[in-house]
């Protein structure tokens, strides 16, 4: 069912002839990293580049993991830390239920104690916010590992692609609209952004997709 959906909104994407694609979502990236390279040239991918951010000190060797629980079991993180350096001891955390919270702007403290009950916190030194929804907790994060570093995915993704149209002199001056598409309610997902405190600060046109394109 999962990969229909990514079929149809790849296939949509494509429609634009995009520059590129970037994957901002940790989940799809570790399921699906080879099948979304087919749908653009340029497909700029999180997991992969968040896991060589986290390797750039070598004196890092307990690094953990939050993600949600397809992005742990499939151990995407893992298995690309050990292409990089096989000397790392990566701790995968099940966040299961940890983005609804978020979304719903719920409290997460509660959560957040259960999954890291057993996680050694004091030999952390790395904590990879591996789903985007983290980013909007990191403080929360932060205090739960005050003496370690925190790789949030969403920030190295950005960066990644922007430094890439940097380099490629793919970027403009001139004023643009983003166009955001969307499979929820528009005022959802405008609620959303509000929380993020992005909403002023850019220019809208939104789109809701409806359900039956995703369907077949």
């Given at each position: ?101 978020i979304e719903n702007q719920e409290n997460v403290n509660k959560l957040l104690d259960e999954v890291l009950e ?99």
């Amino acid at each position: 069912e999962l990969r229909k959906r990514i079929k149809a909104i790849m296939t949509h994407a494509q429609s634009f002839d995009p520059k590129a694609i970037v994957i901002g979502c940790n989940t799809i990236d570790s399921l699906f990293e080879t099948y979304v390279n087919t749908f653009c040239q340029n497909v700029f991918h999180i997991v992969g580049p968040t896991a060589k951010e986290s390797l750039k000190d070598k004196g890092s060797k307990e690094i953990v993991v939050l993600g949600t629980h397809m992005t742990i079991e499939s151990r995407s993180y893992a298995k690309s830390m050990i292409l990089g350096s096989g000397d790392k001891n990566v701790y995968g955390v099940d966040c299961s239920g940890l983005a609804d919270l978020i979304e719903n702007q719920e409290n997460v403290n509660k959560l957040l104690d259960e999954v890291l009950e057993d996680v050694p916190v004091k030999k952390v030194k790395k904590v990879i916010l591996g789903c985007t929804h983290y980013s909007s907790i990191s403080k929360e994060i932060q205090q739960r590992f005050p003496d370690s570093e925190i790789v949030d995915s969403s920030e190295v993704a950005a960066n990644n692609m922007v430094n890439y149209f940097n380099r490629h002199f793919l970027t403009t001056n001139k004023t643009n609209t983003d166009e955001f598409y969307t499979t929820k309610d528009v005022d959802n997902f405008n609620a959303q952004l509000k929380m993020l405190k992005i909403y002023n600060h850019l220019i809208f046109l939104f789109y809701q997709i409806e359900h039956q394109q995703f369907s077949e």
